[in-house]
Structure formats: C-alpha cells, structure tokens
C-alpha cells in the first residue's frame, strides 16, 4: 500500500459531528461505520454525552491515536475541526460537508483555506462534499450511504455521491464486489490521480473503475495513470463528452474543461480504457475482476443453437477479436465427440439435443486448441441440457485452462441460477451473447496496453537559442502571428524546409532567385503579420520563371497595399519549387490544451482537414514509435504508403518532423498554436512549405 | 387480419403425430395445446387409441372442421399427411418435422415436393423445422418449447427456433409479451414477407421483430415490409452481417445470401429499424410497443443526480435527439418550483434531497413545455425519494402528457419494485441511462420511417430500342466487357457524354477532332474488348492538339498492339476534353445482387473510391428524392456543395443521371455490372467520360 494506507486501513475513527438526530448525514456515518468495521470508532460532539451508544467527546485532539476524521459538522467550522485533527497529528480527513467550491463565493474562499491548511499540516483529504469512503477489506464503510459494498477486487471513484450509492445498491444485487470505495468530492487535496497511485501499489486490488466529470491535473493523472495502467487495469467514464454533456458538466462541477479531444488522446496514452456508458464500466470492469488475459485473439464459441451462434459471429466480426482457426487435431477431436450433424468448425454447433457432457467435451477440446485465446460458451435452453450443471462445468473448465470465458445462457428464470453460480466464479454471463464478447474484447485491449512498450521520447539536437531568438524578436515587434517569416524557427529545429529568403526589395528578389533557382522557376509570397490568407488576396505566386521575379514582386507588394493599406509588409518570400505532383500534402500541427498542454496534430491537408476531419493527435512529447502510430491510424494513411500506383513517402522523414516539432512546442509554452501547412511528404523526404503560429508574450 | 387470419385464430387444431411418449416432440406440442388454447385440440395417431386424455384419430381428414394441422409424423411421412389435410379441405400448416432442406440431397428433394404441394393446394405452410407458432390472443401454443408466452402487442418470428425458446423465457422474466410467435423454420411455403404482411393487418400486433439470417426473396420483402412499416415498426436483427457472421450463417441454413450492402440498402429503403443485438432488438420494440412517438426531437432530463445527468446529456448527444432548449415560462415555472440551488436549465437538477413530490412537479412542468418531445426521468437512491411512488408519478405524468418517457431508476433490489411498476405501464427502464436514451431515439428513428413519404421513381423517355441494340451487337461480337464503345448506350439513356466519336482510321482520326474541337485540344483513347485498364499501357492522351492527332492515332495503336498483339481492336475514341479542374470527379455505378437485383452507386471518384470506399447504396429503381440522398449522405459530400471556395456543383444533374442510370439496369436485366467512372460534375452539368460494363448474354 502507499500514502494512503492510513486513509482505508485505519484503527481507530473518529466522526466530527457525529449525533443520533434521525435522518442526519452524521447519523448514517457513525451508523455505518459501526456495522462492520473491524477497528475502533470514535464519536466527536461537544453537545452530547453518548451518540448510539459510543460515548462523546468534545474534541477531535481528546482522543488518542485516531487515524482517520471524518468530518460531517456545519460548514462554518470545517476548518476548525480539521485544524484540531491536525494538530492532535491525524493525516487523514474525509470532509463529508458541502457548501465549498461548489456553492458561491464564500465556499470557494472556504475551499482555499482548507487547501492551504492541508498544505500546511501535510494532511491527506478527501472530499469536501464527498459521500466517503469504503474499504470492505477491514468493514471500513465512512459514507451516509444506505448500503455498504460487498468484498472484492475492484476499487472504485467517483465524482458523484449519488452514483455511488446507486452503484453500490445494484452491484449487491448482482455480486458484484469492491475493495475501496470513494466518493471524490469537490477534490480539494486529493484527487484521481492520487488514488489511482494508491490502487496501482495495492495488492488488493485488481482493476479500478472511475467515473470523472474531469480530471484536475492533467499531466499528473497521465503520469499516474501511465504507471498503473500496465499492471492494475484502469476503466474510466469521462463524462461531458459531448458538447451537451460537457455544458451540463461544467454547471454542475464548475469546472474549466480540457477539451474532449485532449481526454480522448490523454487517457489513451495514459493506457486508461475509456469507456462511454455504465453498462461497458462494469462490464469491462468485472471481466477484468474475474477472468485471466487472453494469449492470443481468436475466440472459440460453443453453442446448442445455431442462430444466436451467427450472431454471436457477427460480434466477433465487430469486434478486435477474431474466429479461432482449428486446429486439424482440434477438428477430428470435435469429429469424434461430436454427432454427425454438428459443425465441428468454428461456432461449434453441437445440435439442440445435446445434453451437458456433449457441451463439456466440446469446450474441453475447444479451450485445448493452441489458437483459441477465449470462449464464449452459447445456450439455448432445451429439455436436454440442464443450466446448472452446464455452469458447473464452465466454472471447473475455465479454472483448469485458465483461458477467459464468457457465457450466454439466454433464458430468464430458467438461467437465474447457473448465471448466479458463473458470475460468482467471476464468469461475466449476459442475455446478449453481444455484450459477452464485447466483455472479451475488453480483455484484448486491456492485454494490448500492457504490452506497450513505453518509449521515451527522442530529444534532437536543436539550436534553441536561436529559436527564442525569433520568438523574442517577433515579441519585440509586438507580433501574436507569424507566417512564412517564421520558417527559420523550423529550421532551427532541425525540420527540413525547401531554400527560400525573404527580400524587401526588387533586385534582392531577382538575386535571391537566381542563387535558389538558376534558370528555374520559383515560388514568391507575400510576407506581413496582417494578411493571413495570403492566397485569398493573390498573394502567392506559383512557378515564377527567372524573367518575371523582379515584376511579380512588384505585384505582390501592390496588390498587399491595395488590399490593406496599413498592413505591415515584411517583404516577399521567394521560395524553391517544391514538387507537389509526386508527393502528398499532409498538415502537422499543435494547439495547447488548458489541461492537458501542447497536443500534436496530423493529418493530410487540403479536403482531409477541412472537409473529412481526417486528424490524429498526441500529447506533446511524442516518441518516435507514437509518431508512427499517427501516420498508420488516419484513414487516408493509405495515401502515404503509395495507393493508386505511386511511390510510398518517406514516412520516418514525417515522423521525425513530428517529433522536433513536439520538442519546439514542449521548449517554448509560449508557442500557444503552431501549423505546418503543407507539409510535403514525398518518397524522398518531407518538408515544411509554410507556417502559421500565435504566441503568447507573456510566457516567453 | 389478412390470409393467415385461421393460421393464428383457428377454432380447431389437430395435432398429426400426437403422442403421449416421455420426451417427445409430439408430446409437448399436444400438452403446450391443451395449455390454454380456446379452440378444440384433436389427437392424430393411427397407432394410439387415446392420447393425453384425447381421442386419437386414424387420419386428420376423420374429423370434420378442423382449421390447422401440425405435423409432427417422421420425415417421411410427412408429405402423406399433409395431402391428406389438404384434401380435407385444410389449408393452414404447421410443419414441426425436421430433415427437409437442411439435411442432405433426400430432405431438398422432401422440401422441393412440399412447395409444389402447397402450391397446388394452395396451402400456408410455416417451417418444415419450425418450433411452431404461438398467438397469446386465444392461448394458442403450438410450439414444443418449454414455456408459453405472455399476451402483449409485438409479434415475433425467428429463424432460429431456439432463439424462440430463449427469447419468450426470457421475456416472461421481464413482463415482455408477444401477440404472435413464429419460428419461421425452413421457410419453404410462408416466408418473412408474409409474416410481415399479415401482422401489419393485425390490430392486436404493434410491433414486429425479427430474427433473420436471410431472406427468401428480396424484392417481395422490400415491398411488403414499405408497405407495413409506415403504421406498424419492424426492427430486425439481420445477421451474418460481418464475413465471420456470413460465412457461420451460410454454413448454418445453407442459403445463397444477398451481399451485406445489399442487404443494408434494403432494409433502410423497406423501412426497417436495422439493429446489431438482440439487447437493441428487445429494447427496441419494448419501447416502440409501450410509448407514443415523440412529436419533436427535444428531450428533457430530470434528476436528482447532476453526474448521472451529465452522463444521460451525453447519451443525448450521441443520440439525433437533442437536449430540448426550455421556454422562458418554462424555466420560471421551475424556478419557482425548484430550491435555489437547482439547475432549472436542462438537465435539471432539482437536488438529492428531492422528495417524490419536487420530481413530479418538475417532470410536470417538463412535459408541459412545447420543446419538450420526451423526457428521461433519472433517480439515484436516497432517504427522501420512495422509487415507489417515483414510479406511480411517472406512470400518471406520462400517461396525462402522452409523451414518450423513459427512466433510469439507478440501483438494485431498491428499485425492483418500482421498475417493475414501470415496465408493466411500457415504460422502459435500465440501470444504464444510455439505454433509456437510445431507446427514446428508436422512437425517434420510427417518427423519421412514418413521416417518409414514398416517391415514385420517374421513368423519362428514353430510346429502348438503341440501348437494346447496343447490347445484343455485343452479344453477337460475343463480347461480354464493353468500354467507351458503349457510350452510345448512355446516350440511348439520356446520360450526358462529352462529344465523342470512335474512329478506324488516322484520317478519320483527323476529321473526328476537327469536328469535335475545331483548333483545340482533344482526348483520345484506345477502344478494345481486351484492354481493361486502358490507361496502365499509355491507350490515353489526353490535351492533344489538332497537329499531332493523326500521329497519336498511329501511336495508341501500336501501343495496344504491342501490349496485346491477339486484342481485337475496335478502333480509337476521339472525345470533347472535359475541364476536370473546375469540375468533381464522381463515380455512379451498379452491380446486382443475387438477392435483391440492381444496386445503384454513388462516390466520389479516385481516392474516395479506392481509399476511403465513401460510397452509397439503394435498390433500383432510384427515385428523385432517393437519388438526392445518395448525393448528401457521403462524407465528401461537402465537395459537391462547393467546399475550399469553389461553386457548388450542379446536383440536379447528377442526380438525374443517378435516375437514369437506374432505369437502364432496371431495363436490362442483362447488363451486370455498369461503371460510370468519372461522371464529372460541374457547376454546369454531369458528364459520363468514360464507362465500363459487363453484360450476361442469357438475359438478353
């Protein structure tokens, strides 16, 4: 265990503002904490002399060796009665009280001091505005709850009480067991990612759930999240994904959101499975709880009933898993055992009369096939086959493989038994054989994380310095945007961009020409912080022969004046040709997310950008192999390994761009969004064409 | 009721094959009738005196009077008894017996005689290897399954028979009844399509569902179910949807399908809710049988729980529901009705101490806003809310507004009761409030397949006869491929082509182009049966001017001789250059299903095609409104609208030639295969440059 041993495993108890008042919130906790708990509880209450039996004491600081305060008094002294725990040298407080952050002004004031304070005296503190905390491995149950969990593996947050009490309530009903329990709160001190720390060090639990409506530090929870997640399996519901649900978030949290995009590309380097409704939380979730890892994706499905087989196919098909290849052995076996009529492939059919050996012989020899990697064990009920010894057999086969299986024994009252006796054996068991390969699919993903391999990202040899340099410059100019004129800032960075200059008078153009291109064309374009499409206004020429470089700067320059007399004109940048035709345009590109800081972008440009939406992005810093990853998940990527007859691009030269461009943002905060746009990937390398970036002053 | 009216209501039904044996299938179907069938239930058995308590009968053409036989005799008797039914005048059959299609050479033999006598008799026959038929309205159960089911308004068929027994036992758990039950079996006599039809004349069916692995003839399901699905929802689970799925379903019922696209055309024209799980399926027609249809898209969300309310909001948002925007008198009302700290915006809050009072009044004053088309009510456990009461609010509230509602009643054996009280009213209710809201959508998704109003395709005036005299030269050439030597066939249609002419020699060449393009530029190209990918070997110039066209006549020539010196050479095309660049290219092709005939293609040429497959799907004959869909529905379609700055393009013409398209393979049931690729589009018009086809010379 971590820090937080003494916060879930305490001795000894104490609720500030215990009472016996009926219906009280004080009232509920004392009553629950004495139901199970193994250790002492302790009331505090200057205003009575016996609270349900336990006598009261005046003070928190009266009583010795208290672990844990559970803090249920009136807004108001909160502070007070944590002051005093602190100082009678208790660590661990759970502020049940509302009214702080979440209520006005005042409560926010209030939710400041209590942070300072627990700043302070080092003190670890959930809540406020929390339900509590449960730990059913000592009876530990610090909620006003109306039911206490049952004993098991999964330990569980959330950001809201009242689903905490619902879960809990339905997870009974269905043997469903937590180890820890908590109720975030208002996370004044202690938040997600200090539980997930704590979770991922003990030995007690095996997977953990949350529900978050955000997350408070967005680097920190990857960070932790990133640790845990290869050994402890973490499942995650974000809510406010969408932009109704993140305006209902934020009026009911109050709180500044990263952007759904961010979440989606933070919790999945974090290794977190992130999951969109409740039934896939505790789906996934029991499923880990209770059935080892899949070695390998083909699933084998047995099953009395032909039909639901195929639709229980057509989930594999939906799924990442695939149909087990039998084996030949495998086949003859199932030929063997099998009567004529069954299907010896995959579904395995074995005919609607079949009672519980000919079920048991099929999934024996199924599970012993060295490419099944999962079962999916599929019933109809019929007068031949009875559910409960059929579970038996289930339970005691998957326990001698130790091969994840998961069963749909369709029926109502006829299946109530033996799904209680598959679920208890931690065998997830659904009506919808859809939901139970979904289930084993989690599997998949979840064994998919932990064979990551985390790479650190690459660090290049840049010229920084010359780098702060032009952003220092463009400060001092009192520029936000800056175009073309930032080029060298790639070229500082290491990231190839095509020979070009920028010249402010007609004859330097002319030279500049003639020193890129000798006796070739060129690209020119207008330079100035005002003019932001500079296509839009004619202000890009293209394949500009020697003889017309001298005029067409002239052009440029006019038609800049005419659209924007006041525009500051930097000049015109001539530029070598770079060869569009044999090579792909693709964009590369960052924005800084207020929680979770700079996202790398890529996509491929023009229409995949602006009309299909074709991106994929990564938190900054990107490693190389996450680079990769990018080029291969767009749905374009075809495009980059040569579709259509032509030659592939040079991916490692975009992956690479990727990667100094991660660096750049990562060294400079003050780069607030950066494009690079296009970036020409063709089979000899990629390069950087043109660039548009804001900056923030403040932070340079 | 239509054609099987004695089918599900007859007064008397003899049982061929009755039997008093343990275990047997003649036995069950006896007792299952005896159960709670209204109507008189006659013995058959020669061999019987007696059977449960019935006189046994020597054949079924002894008793007078009787409606429905239901054959359970061996296999090959079967036929025997039906002749004799039939020529006792019966005409409704119900065949149990298996080892018909399903099983080897001897039972297709079996199954083909079946057809011809139940044509010849006119005879409905459901199965053979039927479960049998269920109809709740007078108790009848002619199934061997192991339980009857519940009275409700969805009937159900199933091609699986042991679906069927899992299904109604699963059901009869959750308060779920049917009105009518068939297992559809080998559907040799009465298929999918006259189930459809019969329920859709049925007052007492609301809902049809479906079970199906195929169906048994495309074009007549089409039909049957456009005509049913506008007052009576049918949702159907089609599967074999994925490879895995269709290969596991052919092996299962051994039937030739339709191509999954096919089949998703099909059932979206016909109307069909179209849903992946049986989880869907059930949720679906519960909803779809118990609630109203919303009469607007605006959900309101009522809670007691702000995190399970922002959850629910995202459900909202992933659904084509949206969070209905409250009036002013609306949020007044509530602000008045509601404690101060209360969202009065939607989702709202109204507090977790929120006694069953404050619910009703703001799920009151909800329904009463003219936003609102349907509301979520969502509850979590706590000490102030009875979920019992909760429920008998719901039930009164929803019954008063008439408006669709669903709820999520968070928690286990807490909310047994009141859910329960809820699903007998049909008001559906799941842990999971996602579920709540996707089903509230299929309601939605229904309203949308109602208001559909059916347009007639046009048939424009076309020359027939060129067309047809097009395709049989090439039949006469035995030519089975045709290229742009079939352009005239598109002409035939009405479809635009670029000015064009196919030439034999290089002086006809010369007079071609001079014609076409006085002084411009034309494009030319190899004709020949045997050169599929024209461009690959250089039989493409394009641009060429009039000097060199002479010269390039010579040179695509020799070229196709070179690459094929047996290829039979038709001569060289010399067409109109169409400007691609201001233009987009887009493809319109079919192909023919072997189950549901011609499929009209729509996308985006090259890439969208290739790589990204962004394309769309109907059935022939397209109409107006059809064709205009296929236009919007792709995810480029923005190009077409004029994205990055260009003009739109023109649609009308485009979708013109999709209609006309699909009236020429509509026409020639010989033409087996067309590709217009590209059908340029500009802002001015479509252009079919280049096709390519393959026709059957039987069908001609």
Tied chains: 1, 2.
């Excluded at 990853?629 to 032509?646: H, Q, V, Y």
């Amino acid at each position: 265990m971590g820090e937080l041993a003494t916060l879930f495993g305490p001795r000894r108890v104490a609720v500030v503002g215990a009472t016996d008042r009926d219906g009280s919130v004080g009232r509920a906790i004392t009553e629950n904490l004495l139901a199970d708990f193994e250790g002492d509880v302790v009331a505090v209450n200057p205003t009575k002399d016996e609270v349900l039996g336990l006598e009261s004491h005046d003070s928190v600081g009266a009583v010795p060796d208290v672990d844990v305060a559970v803090v249920v008094v009136p807004p108001p002294i909160v502070l007070d009665a944590i002051r005093e725990a602190a100082e009678a040298g208790i660590r661990d407080v759970v502020v049940i009280t509302a009214g702080f952050g979440e209520s006005g002004s005042e409560g926010a004031r209030r939710e400041r001091e209590l942070r300072e304070l627990a700043t302070e005296h080092d003190l670890n503190v959930v809540g406020p505005n929390s339900l509590g905390i449960m730990n059913t491995g000592v009876g530990l149950n610090a909620t006003f709850g109306p039911e206490n969990a049952r004993d098991g593996s999964i330990s569980f947050m959330s950001q809201s009480g009242a689903f905490v009490t619902a879960v809990v309530d339905w997870a009974n009903d269905r043997n469903l067991g937590f180890h820890n329990v908590v109720s975030l709160g208002n996370k004044a001190v202690l938040d997600e990612s200090d539980f997930v720390r704590e979770w991922g060090e003990d030995p007690d639990t095996d997977v953990i759930l949350g529900y978050l409506e955000d997350v408070v530090d967005g680097r920190a929870f990857v960070e932790s999240a990133r640790e845990v997640s290869g050994e402890t399996p973490i499942v995650v519901v974000k809510s406010g994904r969408t932009e109704a649900g993140a305006s209902a978030a934020a009026s009911h949290t109050g709180a500044i959101a990263g952007s759904e995009e961010a979440y989606e590309a933070a919790l999945d380097q974090a290794g977190v499975l992130r999951v969109d409704t409740v039934q896939d939380l505790f789906d996934f979730g029991s499923i880990l709880a209770g059935q080892p890892l899949p070695e390998r994706d083909g699933v084998a499905i047995v099953t009395n009933a032909g039909g639901p087989g195929v639709m229980t196919t057509d989930a594999v098909g939906d799924s990442d898993l695939s149909l087990a290849s039998f084996t030949d052995d495998t086949v003859e076996r199932f030929q063997d055992a099998l009567p004529d009529e069954a299907n010896v492939y995959n579904p395995v059919d074995i005919i609607g009369d079949a009672p519980v050996e000919r079920f048991e012989d099929a999934l024996d020899i199924a599970l012993a096939d060295p490419n099944v990697g999962a079962a999916v064990v599929l019933a109809c009920p019929t007068a031949t086959l009875s559910y409960e010894a059929l579970a038996d057999s289930v339970v005691d086969l998957q326990a001698e493989y130790d091969t994840p299986v998961a069963a749909t024994l369709m029926g109502g009252s006829s299946a109530r038994d033996a799904n209680e006796r598959l679920s208890q054996a931690g065998i997830p068991t659904y009506f919808d054989p859809a939901r139970a390969v979904r289930s084993l699919d989690a599997l998949r993903e979840y064994r998919a994380i932990g064979d990551r391999e985390y790479t650190e990202p690459e660090t290049f040899d840049v010229d920084r310095e010359a780098a702060r340099e032009i952003l220092e410059s463009a400060a001092r100019r009192d520029t936000n945007r800056l175009g073309v004129e930032a080029m060298d800032l790639l070229d500082a960075y290491g990231i190839p961009t095509p020979d070009g200059e920028i010249v402010d008078a007609r004859s330097d153009a002319v030279d500049a020409a003639e020193r890129i291109a000798p006796d070739g064309e060129v690209v020119m374009k207008i330079v100035s912080p005002d003019i932001l499409h500079k296509s839009d206004i004619g202000g890009v020429a293209v394949g500009v022969p020697p003889e017309e470089v001298g005029d067409t700067y002239e052009d440029l320059v006019t038609r800049a004046r005419n659209y924007q007399p006041d525009a500051t004109i930097l000049g015109v940048q001539v530029q070598e040709m770079v060869d569009l035709d044999s090579g792909v345009e693709t964009i590369a590109g960052m924005n800084r997310d207020p929680q979770f800081g700079p996202l790398v972008l890529f996509g491929l440009g023009g229409i995949f950008v602006e009309v299909l939406e074709d991106t994929t992005l990564r938190l900054a810093p990107v490693s190389e192999p996450s680079a990769r990853e990018m080029l291969s998940e767009i749905d374009a990527a075809p495009l980059l390994r040569g579709a259509r007859g032509r030659d592939p691009v040079d991916e490692g030269s975009v992956v690479e761009t990727l990667q100094r461009l991660s660096q750049l943002v990562t060294d400079f905060p003050a780069i607030v969004e950066l494009d690079i746009n296009p970036l020409v990937a063709t089979p000899d390398g990629a390069q950087a064409v043109d660039v548009r970036l804001t900056i923030d002053q403040e932070q340079l």
